[in-house]
């Protein structure tokens, strides 16, 4: 079992940036692709992006551009650069894992992945 553990969430302005990291202990080779998934209350959880250990990154659409997801294998660290923020960005962030490949058909279905964090909120204010 890997364990995942979410930090820099917070409080900001629209327009700002944060940065969360989600950092892997355990059998880390059960997080070879880790996500960032974000829910708001009432809605479905949403895919924001993904990455595999050997490099190769997914986003999704409303973040394009504005969300960078970087990964340290030495550090077992995933971080999520968001630059941009907006208040539609409000929501609780968690990052998830699977010991398989990031398939850019498959790497925004929560369903896939076996472990998760217990996530991070991020609250942008207009």
């Known amino acids: 079992q890997v364990q995942l553990a979410e930090s820099g969430g917070g409080s900001v302005q629209a327009g700002g940036s944060l940065t969360l990291s989600c950092t892997a202990s355990?059998?880390?080779?059960?997080?070879?692709?880790v996500a960032w998934f974000r829910q708001v209350p009432g809605k479905w959880r949403e895919a924001v992006a993904a990455?595999?250990?050997?490099?190769?990154?997914h986003y999704g659409d409303s973040v394009q551009g504005r969300f960078t997801i970087t990964r340290d294998n030495d550090k077992n660290t995933i971080d999520l650069q968001m630059n941009n923020l907006q208040p539609e960005d409000t929501a609780v962030y968690s990052c998830?894992?699977?010991?398989?490949?990031?398939?850019?058909?498959?790497?925004?279905?929560?369903?896939?992945?076996?472990?998760w964090g217990q996530g991070t909120q991020v609250i942008v204010s207009s």
């Open positions: 998830a894992a699977h010991a398989y490949s990031c398939d850019s058909g498959s790497w925004y279905r929560e369903r896939g992945y076996t472990d």
């Open positions: 355990g059998d880390t080779s059960r997080a070879a692709c």
């Open positions: 990455i595999h250990t050997i490099g190769g990154a």
